[in-house]
C-alpha cells in the first residue's frame, strides 16, 4: 500500500505560481513513476505530467514549459512547479503513484482567478 498527500493549492491570480507537493508513505519501494492529475469542474480528469523512477519527465503538450515536476527522494516527495497560471488551470490537482498498481491522493484544490 502506498499512501500520497498533496499539499500547495490555493488561490492564486492569473500569472502567479504555486507549488504543490505530493508526500508518499508506505511500501514506496519499487514505485515506478509518480504523476500529476488534475480536473477541472464538469470535466474528466486529465493527465498533466509524469516522473519515472529512471527521472525521465513526460508533460502533456498543453504545459508548454509553464509546469515542472520534479522529486526529493530524502523526502519521499514529488513536486510540480506551476509558472504563469491561467484560468483554465483551476482544477483539483491529484497524485498519483504506479506500483503493482496505481494509488491516488485525495488531492488539491488550485484556483487561478482575478
Known amino acids: 500500500q502506498v499512501q500520497l498527500v498533496e499539499s500547495g493549492g490555493g488561490l492564486v491570480q492569473p500569472g502567479e505560481s504555486l507549488r504543490l507537493s505530493c508526500a508518499a508513505s508506505?511500501?514506496?519501494?519499487?514505485?515506478?513513476?509518480m504523476a500529476w492529475y488534475r480536473q477541472a469542474p464538469g470535466k474528466q480528469r486529465e493527465w498533466v505530467a509524469t516522473l519515472n523512477s529512471s527521472g525521465s519527465t513526460y508533460y502533456a503538450d498543453w504545459v508548454k514549459g509553464r509546469f515542472t515536476i520534479s522529486r526529493d527522494n530524502a523526502k519521499n516527495t514529488v513536486y510540480l512547479q506551476m509558472n504563469s497560471l491561467k484560468p483554465e488551470d483551476t482544477a483539483v490537482y491529484y497524485c498519483h503513484a504506479l506500483q503493482d498498481r496505481g494509488y491516488w491522493g485525495q488531492g488539491t484544490q488550485v484556483t487561478v482567478s482575478s
Open positions: 508506505g511500501s514506496i519501494f519499487s514505485i515506478n513513476a
